[in-house]
């Protein structure tokens, strides 16, 4: 009886979420969008959420950038969200009537949905390469899509994207578009260098050109297991390969899953963005790492500047921009706050790298932190002194190393060793055995080592 109830107190929060939220809310899986720029991500990415093809003049993408600027130039420069629905039978669940405001738009898909795939559009551009980086260390996705355009060939960019993608261990599958422009000597160009570089040893990945139902099946039953990349042929425009490619995401499942005895343990909220909505205050979007939150609980907001840490309250949640009353681990959450009656919460106080967490865990920021590094690519050497930009999780932050250790004076590309460093403007909460990336300050020399904190 004991271990029955034990069981049950396991389970609760679960079936609480599965029972009180409208269907689709907790099976969501996130599929991250990268390659060049002018590939193609962010009309595809708004092909396949709106199920409608594109004109070719960028309708398709202009449903989906965030900002004027970026539908004045075409290219994205920040993060972009948007969602595909499916019903129990893995149909693709469209409005009747398109509507351009997206809580309109996604609270008309996500009740009718059973299963909602979020898409996550990254940029493209060289300029904006922390920005994507920050998209896929701190929110998580469940799979890459690298967007290979058939009329450019694989470009430096492309490369940069699929050596991060590696890094982090995301599983990942190719979509060239564009195919309906491309001569057909420069389309078997670029296929060929396609299937030479996933041939690769760093690689590793057996390429499959998808085309029938049962290669689809295939494909979608062993991407998670980091052995093949499935390859789609596309055309945004004329929609060929489109509903071949919608199919393959609808049988995808969520490669990250939560255990009932994750869902108990004291949460953790790492903050991806925040927002000051008139009317309602500061809203907070970002990826549940652990545990359980539901409205009314009081969690400690930091750290801040100075290393500290705030009581604030959850006032209400959304998920997919739909209501709810508890979010739970692994869960991308937008939760709206308000502050304690003893400390005040104002906008600017926020930063890139805090967290919501459970008191009951007493966190504590860190300025120096060492870490088992692997240099993957670098012109020089590294050695006491050397700059680099810290990604992890959700922390995007300058340090300086302080420290070679192992009788080493200095690092080169493909050595290994355990480092010091520190943080150059704030402390950071950090925890061990989390997967970390240093970048570069010289371009084309972005992605430089990962570390194992320890």
Not at 62 to 84: K, W
Not at 160 to 168: M, R, S, T, V
Not at 313 to 328: G, Y
């Amino acid at each position: 009886d004991v271990y029955k109830r034990q069981q049950q107190d396991l389970i609760s929060p679960l079936e609480e979420v599965k029972t009180q939220n409208v269907a689709g809310i907790f099976d969501t899986l996130k599929i991250a969008t990268i390659g060049n720029v002018d590939a193609g991500k962010s009309t595809l990415t708004g092909v396949l959420s709106k199920g409608m093809p594109d004109d070719g003049r960028g309708c398709a993408r202009q449903r989906v950038f965030n900002y004027s600027h970026e539908v004045e130039n075409g290219r994205t420069s920040s993060i972009a969200y948007e969602i595909m629905g499916f019903d129990d039978a893995g149909n693709q669940i469209i409005p009747e009537h398109f509507n351009a405001n997206k809580n309109k738009y996604w609270a008309d898909i996500t009740p009718r949905s059973s299963k909602i795939v979020s898409l996550i559009d990254l940029c493209g551009h060289e300029k904006y390469l922390k920005t994507t980086i920050y998209g896929l260390a701190g929110l998580e996705p469940d799979y890459a899509m690298i967007i290979v355009a058939a009329n450019m060939g694989i470009s430096k960019m492309t490369r940069e994207h699929l050596g991060i993608a590696l890094a982090l261990k995301i599983p990942f599958f190719v979509v060239v578009t564009k195919i309906d422009l491309c001569p057909e000597n420069i389309y078997k160009e670029t296929m060929g260098k396609l299937m030479q570089i996933l041939k690769l040893q760093s690689v590793n990945r057996k390429p499959i050109l998808v085309n029938t139902q049962k290669e689809i099946e295939t494909a979608a039953q062993l991407l998670p297991s980091d052995r093949i990349c499935p390859i789609y042929c596309v055309s945004s425009v004329s929609n060929v390969g489109i509903p071949e490619l919608v199919k393959f995401i609808s049988l995808l499942d969520r490669r990250i899953t939560v255990t009932p005895q994750e869902l108990n343990q004291p949460a953790e909220y790492h903050i991806s963005d925040n927002f000051l909505v008139t009317g309602v205050g500061i809203v907070l979007n970002g990826v549940m790492k652990s545990g359980t939150i539901k409205v009314n609980d009081v969690l400690l907001l930091g750290p801040d500047s100075t290393g500290s840490f705030k009581p604030v309250q959850i006032k209400s949640i959304h998920i997919n921009r739909v209501p709810t009353s508890v979010a739970v681990a692994g869960q991308c959450v937008c939760f709206s706050i308000r502050a304690t009656k003893k400390d005040a919460v104002n906008r600017q106080d926020l930063r890139k790298g805090m967290c919501l967490i459970d008191p009951k865990l007493k966190p504590q920021a860190v300025w120096e932190f060492e870490a088992q590094i692997t240099v993957l690519h670098h012109a020089s050497t590294l050695k006491v002194g050397y700059q680099a930009m810290v990604h992890s999780g959700v922390i995007r932050q300058n340090a300086t190393l302080m420290e070679v250790k192992e009788d080493k004076s200095l690092m080169r590309s493909q050595d290994r060793g355990l480092v010091r460093f520190r943080f150059m403007y704030s402390p950071e909460y950090l925890k061990a055995v989390s997967y970390t990336h240093l970048r570069a300050h010289e371009t084309g020399r972005n992605l430089v080592c990962r570390l194992l904190l320890e």
